[in-house]
Nanobody
Framework: QEQLVESGGGSVQSGGSLRLSCVATVDNYDRWTVAWFRRAPGKAREGIASIDPDVTTMTTRAVKGRFVASRDNAKSTLYLQMNKLQPEDTAMYFC?????????????????????WGQGTQVTVSS
């Protein structure tokens, strides 16, 4: 029954912005850790940002200062505001969720920490 659906991807020029959304169909959304990952061609899946139930956030160095994740528990939605996009940000972006907390733990950005995944939304950044 658990389902995650991403939206908001697209094609932009370098320096542009996009806002991704992930709507979750789960019970007690506020008890779930939710996260963004991305997979670029020829590269491993990379954790981007996460938000635990206690609203602790983790952001990978590659996007810190440019991307900001947030959540709206009333709407069961995770967001990723992406600013100053660069060609190296081109990837398929996925949201993920699991019913536990990874507060202060590196496992919040590890893909094996998450059981439920969306199908992804493509982000393409041109020079």
């Amino acid at each position: 029954q658990e389902q995650l659906v991403e939206s908001g991807g697209g094609s932009v020029q370098s320096g542009g912005s996009l806002r991704l959304s992930c709507v979750a169909t789960v019970d007690n959304y506020d008890r779930w850790t939710v996260a963004w990952f991305r997979r670029a061609p020829g590269k491993a899946r990379e954790g981007i940002a996460s938000i635990d139930p206690d609203v602790t956030t983790m952001t990978t160095r590659a996007v810190k200062g440019r991307f900001v994740a947030s959540r709206d528990n009333a709407k069961s939605t995770l967001y990723l505001q992406m600013n100053k996009l660069q060609p190296e940000d081109t990837a398929m972006y996925f949201c993920a969720a699991d019913l536990r907390s990874y507060s202060g733990n590196w496992r919040a950005l590890a893909d094996e920490s998450y059981r439920y995944w969306g199908q992804g939304t493509q982000v393409t950044v041109s020079s």
